[in-house]
């Protein structure tokens, strides 16, 4: 692909609020189905408020421009630019026999779930944990076992920790077939380090469960932190795992639905692949090979620019919350731009919580129970947004807490 005609150094303006209503978008044009009411600002769809990268847009323009939609086929290009980005980036080496692409990595791992296992099998996750994963198993015909992750004492400063002892224990005991591991953690926030990833994959290595690891957040770990990708971790874990990752989050694009997936075992990647080449699972549409590809190609500086801005979103709504409504407690993220807020100070009841938010701060919030009963009386608020938009969220926030007879 060449660079699409686009001015260079291109400075973003993110504090500009876009109005994304009557764009068919969930997260505004949902918000009456799912909570009953439109006059909400949204925190909740984990996409962000923000335009996409101008290499991006104007690649889109030129392949609309041509007017002929057939048949799509990937270029040599198109899968280089997907592995330069991952070797150059996290040290993740990839192969172009390696690779696939996936509609959707929630799709992809309800595939690997259904081609990988039979029904009755047991298949581990991580609570509190991105809500799909159970649906997925369950759906499916699988059982959800649970290896919960250890939450640190209140006021220690401490994040959580994967229970490693305790997924030792859960695998000797159910013998799961498969671990869906959330690398980053989705909703908390975690970049697991390489010595706890090792772990986990001498652990399933040992006792043969396969581990499918979701890196959708991987672009966004914040200073300080580094993403790891489970492959890469040991021979053992290349061994026994399948990697998704897509540039949906990272350059906000999930509406174009391009994930990809890696698998290093030939075995297992023939099995894999095989399955999705006889239900034609794996083949692309135009919108997303163009996106993804000047998305990895060309938009560096717009990644950069608006982790820049999100990471201050980041500590503006942390202070903001400890200064203010210091009942409330957030975990401030290694990775992505999900903040998890424990409000169990507040002594609500589920229902009362969610009432509070919904009925008196006019916000829609992520219910944290969906990510299992670990997550209840906690909440996730989605910060991708204009700063002045998210001030007024926390100030409709305070004053519902701090004047609730108002």
């Not at 923000?50 to 991006?56: K, L, S, T």
């Not at 323009?61 to 070797?87: E, F, M, T």
Request: proline share 6%; with cysteine; hydrophobic share 40%.
């Amino acid at each position: 692909m060449e660079r699409p005609n686009v001015i260079d150094n291109v400075c973003y303006m993110f504090d500009i609020p876009v109005d994304r209503r009557g764009t068919d978008c969930m997260k505004y044009d949902a918000l009456e189905k799912e909570f009953g009411r439109s006059d909400l600002i949204p925190l909740w769809v984990a996409d962000m408020d923000f335009p996409v990268c101008e290499e991006i847009v104007q690649a889109c323009y030129q392949r609309l421009n041509h007017s002929v939609y057939g048949y799509v086929h990937a270029s040599d290009s198109y899968w280089k630019s997907i592995i330069d980005w991952q070797k150059s980036r996290n040290g993740f080496n990839i192969e172009r026999e390696e690779i696939t692409f996936i509609p959707g990595i929630v799709k992809g791992i309800s595939f690997a779930v259904v081609s990988l296992t039979e029904p009755g099998d047991k298949i581990l996750i991580q609570p509190p944990v991105y809500h799909p994963f159970k649906r997925v198993i369950e759906q499916n015909g699988r059982v959800a076992v649970m290896n919960p992750l250890k939450e640190p004492e209140p006021g220690s400063g401490n994040n959580y920790e994967m229970d490693i002892e305790g997924l030792r224990k859960v695998v000797e005991k159910e013998r799961p077939k498969m671990l869906i591991l959330c690398n980053p953690h989705n909703p908390i926030g975690i970049s697991w380090p390489p010595e706890v990833l090792r772990e986990v994959a001498e652990i399933c290595s040992e006792y043969g469960v396969l581990v499918v690891s979701d890196e959708i957040h991987g672009d966004l770990v914040w200073e300080g932190h580094k993403h790891t990708p489970f492959a890469t971790v040991s021979d053992a874990a290349a061994n026994i795992s399948i990697t998704f990752g897509a540039p949906s989050k990272t350059f906000n694009i999930p509406g174009f639905v391009s994930s990809w997936c890696v698998v290093k075992n030939p075995d297992l990647r023939q099995k894999f692949f095989d399955w999705l080449e006889s239900k034609e699972l794996n083949g692309l549409n135009i919108m997303s090979l163009t996106a993804t590809e000047a998305a990895y190609s060309f938009g560096a500086d717009w990644l950069r620019q608006v982790k820049d801005y999100i990471s201050g979103n980041i500590f503006f709504v942390a202070n903001y919350i400890q200064t203010f409504m210091p009942k409330l407690k957030v975990h401030i993220p290694q990775a992505s731009f999900l903040l998890w807020i424990d409000c169990r100070e507040l002594g609500l009841n589920h229902d009362e919580l969610i009432d509070m938010l919904i009925n008196k701060a006019h916000l829609a919030l992520t219910d944290g129970a969906i990510f299992g009963k670990e997550g209840n009386g906690f909440v996730r608020m989605n910060v991708a947004i204009a700063r002045f938009t998210l001030e007024r969220a926390l100030k409709q926030l305070d004053n519902a807490i701090n004047n609730p007879e108002q």
